[in-house]
């Protein structure tokens, strides 16, 4: 794969923190306020194609025109439509961090009709099934981060629904 | 005979200090709504809308890798064509006309945003010098602009009254502008007198913190024709590098825009700058500058625009009015400045100025700069014949 | 008077995880002059640089502005784009472009990119809303994982396939000197063997983080056809960008959405009177990120059916010796310095127009290639070249 270097090079070591402020934007920002304040999460609906724009936004991407203040509460419930877990903690190349989060991650699809990425509380990948009903588990401190500010989703007691 | 590129509408949003109300992409979104609904276009293949998007801004001052992330639903990218440009935005517009006289595509959006007020302006423009030697002498653009401005004042004789008068004209000219930031009723005096930022660069001699953004449309001339009553048409354009390192830079000549506005004129057909050019719209970080860039683009002799600023011909009124809105040091974000500036010359030509108009304006020059003291430069001519 | 252009210089660096023996600026350095001694040309020659690189990775504001000596910038025109994994091919777009138009008759496109200097922790989250991370809080391994259930439910799909990715393109690897990961592996169990990150996806199944830059020179027809012996026609050129997936970053659990690779290929084959890609088109450079890209990309681009992606690797049609190479040099799975890699796939491809691949040269004369690109939230370009036009 390549010798190692032979020679000493000399390198230049920088840490310069970079502080920004950014603004959430009105949209964005009832998101964080809902999910911070209430332990709600909302989204506005396009009023054109009706599909919920998400996150918030003001111009919906697809139909390309201002998406317009229809907002939704999203349902806290749903079911898993996709999950796995992980085997061995490594090098996440990427996040160029060892990732070494127990929970399982899943695709979940609210019943409000949102598609979220989101972990799952159980562990034991024996207990996961495709279709089980799960809900949403917030943070006991939200830090206004919207979906960041669910823990997980806790597997509940109803009726499986057919994926 | 090939077809020209017409700017057929453009928008800027008024310059603020901290526009915490909204979020990149709807800041721009303000300019780009404006010019969507004045020419009526949406988006769509070649022929049926404008069929693609330049975007311009920085990650580093957005504070966000791939920032065209945070725009892109506002300019029509969804299965669409887009591109991102990370120069002065004037670039953007230079990138757009390739676009089109190509031959590939007729109409095209160009959008450009920074929000200056989320970022710390020194600690961004820091990471711009190089890592090795320079960037550990903790410089930032302001410094090196001191650096610049001491070089050039030495060299030319160029003076700190000069250098006021430039402020003075601008933030006085900015009164006419809606769309300016901050215009004051200043004298040299107050100039003079206000705290110095890093010698000889005073506050008053220097730009406010400032978000904005502007957008415009270019289209091929016959479309162009059909989409407004005024195309403005873009005669030349061009954009030139220079070294890096500004020990190895004359900083008091600025190569690089001496070649860039050579190769503009050429194209523009400008044999006599300042006699065929009616109004300019000049980026000036710093006061000085404005006189540097004069000199750059050949409005005079080298070292000689101390001088032509004395005479008064560049305020209103004067043969060639500079900065007619106001220019940078009245308040206009970098990365935004240059697509500003030719959008200002777009209304100069259209008769649309209002107060800052210059009476019977045909051609006009913006200016757009990126970097250390000017490294990246870029001149554009536009008419309306 | 619009321009035909074609690629007159190719030049890259030899990719390595670490270069510490360069700094960024020196890397290109190597690449732009490696680019000039194949077009025989000096930097004096090039009318415009483009550049392209993801600078946050490295922290640096304005990088084209420090290497504007190194790259030939000096009194020349020229900037830089960015556009997440896609900047290298906007770099070449927008460079064919200026030439094109004729605003200049020569461009220099480089592209970057030295990950042994940058935090890429900060880099890629940071391409998330700065406040808002819509799947950052599974991490980008889960991401691929979510995508490869997808498509195997989807098409049948099994890991072995994977795995028969990441073998051809290790073969292409330890057959060409630039790639960067040359691990020889010996066959399919081995990978196989190999443990899992997060189900079903391995280490083997992602591309490396590289140290490295290419150049390309491009030149309008008159210049080209008097410098060049092999020029290489840039036909075509297509960007098709897209909001982000409904229900994850790479995988489409709905079944709903548009891949951007989908309608940017349609278009471009419709342009260029391409019916059968696979016969009208003789090989392709694609960007995969992953392994399991590859074979949902094989479909994507109408280089097969749906769902029959993982059929191509299993018959070997997209091997060297294939029906229908892909990634004859190893691909995006064995060296990705994101700035450079698809301006690699470009080079590559010509390299192969110009039969100039040495012993990754493909057994099937080309006379048409296609190079693409992936960036941003599934954003596709796509740049068509022909050894005449």
Same mark, same amino acid.
């Given at each position: 794969?390549?010798?190692?270097p032979?020679?000493?090079?000399?390198?230049?070591q920088i840490?310069?923190?970079?502080?920004?402020?950014?603004?959430?934007?009105?949209?964005?920002?009832?998101?964080?306020?809902?999910?911070? *304040?209430?332990?709600k999460?909302?989204?506005?609906?396009?009023?054109?194609?009706?599909?919920?724009?998400?996150?918030?936004?003001?111009?919906?991407?697809?139909?390309?025109?201002?998406?317009?203040?229809?907002?939704?509460?999203?349902?806290?419930? *749903?079911?898993?439509?996709?999950?796995?877990?992980?085997?061995?903690?490594?090098?996440?190349?990427?996040?160029?961090?060892?990732?070494?989060?127990?929970?399982?991650?899943?695709?979940?699809?609210?019943?409000?009709?949102?598609?979220?990425?989101?972990?799952?509380?159980?562990?034991d990948?024996?207990?996961?099934?495709?279709g089980?009903?799960?809900?949403?588990?917030?943070?006991?401190? *939200?830090?206004?981060? *919207?979906?960041?500010?669910?823990?997980?989703?806790?597997?509940?007691?109803?009726?499986?629904?057919?994926? | 005979?090939?077809?020209?590129?017409?700017?057929?509408?453009?928008?800027? @949003?008024?310059y603020?200090?901290?526009?915490?109300?909204?979020?990149?992409?709807?800041?721009?979104?303000?300019?780009?709504?404006?010019?969507?609904?004045?020419?009526?276009l $949406?988006?769509?293949?070649?022929?049926?809308?404008?069929?693609a998007?330049?975007?311009?801004?920085?990650?580093?001052?957005?504070?966000?890798?791939?920032?065209?992330?945070?725009?892109?639903?506002?300019?029509?990218?969804?299965?669409?064509?887009?591109?991102?440009?990370?120069?002065?935005?004037?670039?953007?517009?230079?990138?757009a006309?390739?676009?089109?006289?190509?031959?590939?595509?007729?109409?095209?959006?160009?959008?450009?945003?920074?929000?200056?007020?989320?970022?710390?302006?020194?600690?961004?423009?820091?990471?711009?010098?190089?890592?090795?030697?320079?960037?550990?002498? =903790? %410089?930032?653009? %302001?410094?090196?602009?001191?650096?610049?401005?001491?070089?050039?004042?030495?060299?030319?004789?160029?003076?700190v009254?000069?250098?006021?008068?430039?402020?003075?004209?601008?933030?006085?000219?900015?009164?006419?502008?809606?769309?300016?930031?901050?215009?004051?009723?200043?004298?040299?005096?107050?100039?003079?007198?206000?705290?110095?930022?890093?010698?000889?660069?005073?506050?008053?001699?220097?730009?406010?913190?400032?978000?904005?953004?502007?957008?415009?449309?270019?289209?091929?001339?016959?479309?162009?024709?059909?989409?407004?009553?005024?195309?403005?048409?873009i005669m030349?354009?061009?954009?030139?590098?220079? @070294?890096?390192?500004?020990?190895?830079?004359?900083l008091?000549?600025?190569?690089?825009?001496?070649?860039?506005?050579?190769?503009?004129?050429?194209?523009?057909?400008?044999?006599?700058?300042?006699?065929?050019i009616?109004?300019?719209?000049?980026?000036?970080?710093?006061?000085?500058?404005?006189?540097?860039?004069?000199?750059?683009?050949?409005l005079?002799?080298?070292?000689?625009?101390?001088?032509?600023i004395?005479?008064?011909?560049?305020?209103?009124? =004067?043969?060639?009015?500079?900065?007619?809105?106001?220019?940078?040091?009245?308040?206009?974000? @970098?990365?935004?400045? $240059?697509?500003?500036?030719?959008?200002?010359?777009v %209304?100069? %030509?259209?008769?649309?100025? $209002?107060?800052?108009?210059?009476?019977?304006?045909?051609?006009?020059?913006?200016? =757009?700069?990126?970097?250390?003291?000017?490294q990246?430069?870029?001149?554009?001519?536009?008419?309306?014949? | 008077?619009?321009?035909?252009?074609?690629?007159?210089?190719?030049?890259?660096?030899?990719?390595?995880?670490?270069?510490?023996?360069?700094?960024?600026?020196?890397?290109?350095?190597?690449?732009?002059?490696?680019?000039?001694?194949?077009?025989?040309?000096?930097?004096?020659?090039?009318?415009?640089?483009?550049?392209?690189?993801?600078?946050?990775?490295?922290?640096?504001?304005?990088?084209?502005?420090?290497?504007?000596?190194?790259?030939?910038?000096?009194?020349?025109?020229?900037?830089?784009?960015?556009?997440?994994?896609?900047?290298?091919?906007?770099?070449?777009?927008?460079?064919?472009?200026?030439?094109?138009?004729?605003?200049v008759?020569?461009?220099?496109?480089?592209?970057?990119?030295?990950?042994?200097?940058?935090?890429?922790q900060?880099?890629?989250?940071?391409?998330?809303?700065?406040?808002?991370?819509a799947?950052?809080?599974?991490?980008?391994?889960?991401?691929?994982?979510?995508?490869?259930?997808?498509?195997?439910?989807?098409?049948?799909?099994?890991?072995?396939?994977?795995?028969?990715?990441?073998?051809?393109?290790?073969?292409?690897?330890?057959?060409?000197p630039?790639?960067?990961?040359?691990?020889?592996l010996?066959?399919?169990?081995?990978?196989?063997?190999?443990?899992?990150?997060?189900?079903?996806?391995?280490?083997?199944?992602?591309c490396?983080?590289?140290?490295?830059?290419?150049?390309?020179?491009?030149?309008?027809?008159?210049?080209?056809?008097?410098?060049?012996?092999?020029?290489?026609?840039?036909?075509?050129?297509?960007?098709?960008?897209?909001?982000?997936?409904?229900?994850?970053?790479?995988?489409?659990p709905?079944?709903?959405?548009?891949?951007?690779?989908?309608?940017?290929?349609?278009?471009?084959?419709?342009?260029?009177?391409i019916?059968?890609?696979?016969?009208d088109?003789?090989?392709?450079?694609?960007?995969?990120?992953?392994?399991?890209?590859?074979?949902?990309?094989?479909?994507h681009?109408?280089?097969?059916?749906?769902?029959?992606?993982?059929?191509?690797?299993?018959?070997?049609?997209?091997?060297?010796?294939?029906?229908?190479?892909?990634?004859?040099?190893?691909?995006?799975?064995?060296?990705?310095?994101?700035?450079?890699?698809?301006?690699?796939?470009?080079?590559?491809?010509?390299?192969?127009?110009?039969?100039?691949?040495?012993?990754?040269?493909?057994?099937?004369?080309?006379?048409?290639?296609?190079?693409?690109?992936?960036?941003g939230?599934?954003?596709?370009?796509?740049?068509?070249?022909?050894r005449?036009?």
């Amino acid at each position: 794969m390549g010798k190692e270097p032979t020679q000493e090079y000399i390198q230049v070591q920088i840490n310069t923190p970079r502080p920004y402020r950014w603004s959430t934007g009105k949209y964005l920002g009832k998101l964080y306020k809902e999910a911070k *304040g209430h332990k709600k999460l909302v989204t506005n609906r396009c009023t054109k194609c009706k599909e919920l724009v998400y996150p918030p936004q003001m111009v919906c991407g697809r139909c390309k025109v201002e998406a317009g203040q229809d907002w939704v509460e999203m349902s806290d419930k *749903g079911t898993v439509v996709q999950y796995t877990y992980l085997i061995f903690p490594r090098w996440d190349p990427h996040l160029g961090e060892y990732y070494a989060s127990p929970y399982p991650s899943a695709t979940i699809l609210l019943d409000s009709g949102l598609y979220l990425r989101s972990r799952l509380e159980e562990k034991d990948t024996q207990k996961l099934k495709r279709g089980m009903r799960v809900q949403a588990v917030w943070k006991e401190e *939200g830090r206004g981060r *919207g979906q960041d500010d669910i823990e997980y989703f806790r597997i509940i007691e109803e009726p499986e629904v057919d994926k | 005979m090939a077809e020209r590129v017409g700017i057929v509408a453009v928008a800027q @949003t008024k310059y603020h200090p901290n526009r915490a109300d909204v979020n990149e992409g709807e800041l721009v979104y303000e300019a780009i709504k404006q010019v969507l609904d004045e020419t009526g276009l $949406g988006y769509g293949d070649r022929g049926k809308g404008i069929d693609a998007s330049i975007d311009c801004s920085q990650d580093m001052w957005d504070g966000r890798t791939i920032s065209n992330l945070g725009v892109m639903s506002y300019v029509g990218a969804h299965l669409a064509d887009e591109d991102k440009v990370c120069e002065d935005s004037i670039n953007a517009l230079y990138c757009a006309m390739a676009r089109i006289l190509s031959g590939h595509h007729d109409i095209v959006l160009v959008a450009t945003h920074c929000k200056e007020s989320q970022a710390n302006k020194s600690i961004v423009e820091n990471a711009a010098f190089d890592p090795i030697f320079l960037r550990l002498l =903790g %410089l930032d653009f %302001l410094a090196a602009a001191a650096m610049q401005s001491t070089r050039y004042m030495h060299k030319y004789g160029i003076t700190v009254e000069q250098c006021a008068k430039v402020a003075v004209k601008n933030r006085g000219n900015a009164k006419n502008n809606p769309f300016a930031q901050e215009p004051l009723d200043i004298t040299i005096e107050d100039v003079l007198r206000s705290a110095t930022l890093a010698s000889p660069i005073r506050l008053l001699d220097s730009k406010p913190i400032s978000d904005g953004a502007c957008a415009m449309i270019l289209a091929r001339e016959s479309q162009a024709k059909k989409l407004t009553k005024k195309p403005i048409w873009i005669m030349g354009a061009s954009n030139c590098y220079e @070294t890096h390192y500004p020990g190895y830079r004359e900083l008091a000549d600025c190569d690089a825009l001496v070649k860039a506005a050579k190769k503009a004129y050429s194209m523009a057909g400008i044999t006599d700058p300042f006699k065929q050019i009616n109004v300019a719209e000049i980026s000036e970080e710093y006061s000085y500058q404005e006189m540097l860039w004069m000199e750059g683009l050949g409005l005079c002799q080298r070292g000689d625009a101390g001088k032509l600023i004395d005479t008064g011909v560049t305020k209103m009124g =004067g043969q060639l009015p500079v900065n007619p809105c106001g220019g940078m040091l009245s308040g206009k974000p @970098t990365v935004v400045a $240059g697509m500003a500036n030719v959008a200002e010359a777009v %209304l100069q %030509l259209r008769g649309e100025a $209002g107060e800052r108009q210059v009476p019977k304006a045909k051609v006009a020059l913006a200016h =757009g700069v990126t970097g250390i003291c000017g490294q990246h430069q870029a001149v554009m001519i536009l008419g309306h014949n | 008077m619009a321009n035909r252009v074609a690629i007159v210089g190719i030049g890259q660096t030899f990719h390595k995880s670490k270069r510490p023996d360069v700094n960024q600026a020196e890397m290109a350095n190597e690449a732009v002059r490696a680019a000039l001694t194949d077009a025989q040309l000096e930097a004096k020659d090039i009318e415009a640089v483009v550049s392209a690189n993801m600078e946050p990775f490295e922290g640096i504001y304005l990088p084209d502005h420090w290497m504007a000596s190194e790259m030939a910038a000096c009194g020349k025109s020229g900037f830089k784009v960015a556009t997440g994994g896609t900047s290298g091919a906007s770099g070449v777009i927008e460079g064919f472009h200026l030439v094109a138009s004729g605003l200049v008759s020569t461009s220099l496109v480089v592209g970057f990119q030295k990950h042994d200097t940058s935090d890429t922790q900060a880099g890629m989250s940071a391409c998330m809303t700065p406040v808002f991370g819509a799947g950052a809080s599974t991490g980008a391994i889960s991401e691929f994982a979510n995508q490869a259930l997808v498509y195997m439910e989807k098409s049948g799909a099994k890991e072995e396939h994977a795995a028969m990715v990441r073998l051809k393109a290790d073969r292409g690897a330890c057959r060409n000197p630039y790639a960067q990961l040359k691990l020889g592996l010996k066959g399919v169990e081995e990978i196989l063997a190999s443990g899992h990150l997060e189900w079903p996806i391995r280490i083997l199944d992602f591309c490396p983080q590289s140290c490295g830059a290419c150049a390309l020179i491009l030149a309008s027809e008159d210049i080209a056809r008097k410098i060049s012996r092999k020029p290489v026609w840039i036909a075509d050129t297509i960007t098709v960008h897209q909001e982000p997936f409904r229900a994850g970053s790479f995988g489409d659990p709905t079944g709903r959405e548009t891949y951007s690779q989908d309608v940017a290929s349609r278009k471009l084959y419709k342009r260029n009177g391409i019916t059968n890609p696979r016969k009208d088109i003789d090989i392709a450079e694609i960007y995969e990120p992953s392994t399991w890209e590859e074979l949902m990309h094989y479909e994507h681009y109408h280089f097969c059916d749906e769902n029959e992606g993982w059929k191509l690797i299993e018959k070997g049609m997209t091997e060297i010796g294939g029906e229908f190479p892909v990634n004859p040099s190893g691909g995006v799975l064995s060296t990705n310095p994101i700035g450079a890699t698809p301006v690699i796939r470009v080079a590559e491809a010509a390299l192969q127009i110009r039969g100039d691949a040495g012993e990754h040269q493909v057994t099937r004369d080309v006379k048409t290639a296609v190079a693409t690109a992936l960036g941003g939230c599934n954003w596709t370009t796509m740049i068509l070249l022909r050894r005449s036009i």
